[in-house]
């Protein structure tokens, strides 16, 4: 410990002494922005902390059974005024415009995740309302449904995506109704999709069970955005009838009257 400080005197004494401007003022540069990035990680690690919702996350990871089925929300029938019914049953435990890791305020989550009590491949998906589906040929885990006319916003299209649909090795559970290279086929609200799992691409990083759900903006032009960019997505709320962003609620938990942020 003497040492390090003795050193660290001897820092400080160079960089006062003159010479080396240049070399100096990077120095202090990358100090400073080493400096902010480390209390940003500290802020948002005390947020995290200290965020009720990371209570529900710790009761869901080391819970047992009882505990889990404490935080499932199953609504299978649709919510008073709200068009969509919930495509599958589970933990919610992301939600819209969510800042907590893997996003970040600057890069919220752009949907909701559904956590599956069940393990990969035995929680059902639902189609949370009537659409068109297409699968990409390259898509394992993945379909979007196409919707002509949203029913909150008459006139406009939207897009409904659905992923994590295969096993970690990306052994698919989608529905063989809908093989890869499907376009365009018509499915009723309530149609079986498949079954919830934990693929991550190529990502090193594991994943519990479970269904990323968004709402995609259309181009304008007929295609469905880049559903990776927060900004090409929509609040699910007031198409569930539940309190789904990270904004507005400290839970979700089933149908409520005013389900979008007025403050």
């Known amino acids: 410990m003497k040492s390090l400080f003795a050193r660290l005197q001897q820092v400080i004494r160079w960089f006062f002494t003159p010479g080396q401007r240049g070399l100096k003022i990077g120095l202090a540069l990358l100090v400073l922005v080493a400096g902010a990035y480390l209390l940003n990680r500290g802020v948002g690690y005390l947020r995290l902390l200290t965020d009720p919702r990371n209570q529900s996350f710790l009761q869901w990871a080391q819970g047992d059974a009882e505990a889990r089925n404490a935080l499932i929300t199953t609504q299978q029938d649709i919510c008073p005024g709200a068009p969509f019914i919930l495509p599958t ?10 800042p907590r890791g893997p996003y970040s305020n600057s890069n919220p ?8 009590e069940g393990k990969s491949g035995t929680t059902a998906v639902y189609a949370a309302y ?3 589906v297409t699968r990409d040929a390259t898509w394992r885990s993945a379909i979007i449904v196409r919707v002509p006319d949203d029913p909150l916003r ?12 295969a096993d970690r090795d990306g052994n698919s559970f989608i529905e063989p109704a809908f093989p890869p290279g499907t376009s365009e086929l018509f499915v ?13 691409g190529n990502a090193a990083r594991n994943i519990w069970v479970h269904l990323h759900f968004s709402i995609v903006k259309d181009d304008g032009n007929g295609r469905y955005l880049n559903e990776l960019q927060f900004e090409n997505t929509l609040d699910p709320s ?3 009838g539940m309190a789904l962003n990270y904004q507005c609620t400290p839970t979700a938990s089933g149908c409520t009257a005013n389900p979008v942020c007025t403050s």
Do not use: C, R, V
């Not at 589970?90 to 415009?97: D, P």
């Not at 989550?109 to 599956?116: A, E, M």
């Open 130 to 132: 009537d659409g068109y």
């Open 188 to 200: 009723e609200q309530g149609t079986l999709l498949g079954y919830t799992g934990d693929y991550n």
């Open 109 to 116: 989550h752009q949907g909701i995740d559904i956590f599956s």
């Open 89 to 98: 049953d589970g933990f919610i435990g992301l939600l819209y415009e969510d």
């Open 238 to 240: 007031p198409y569930f």
């Open 154 to 165: 008459s006139g406009e299209q939207i897009w409904l995506y659905y992923t994590h649909m």
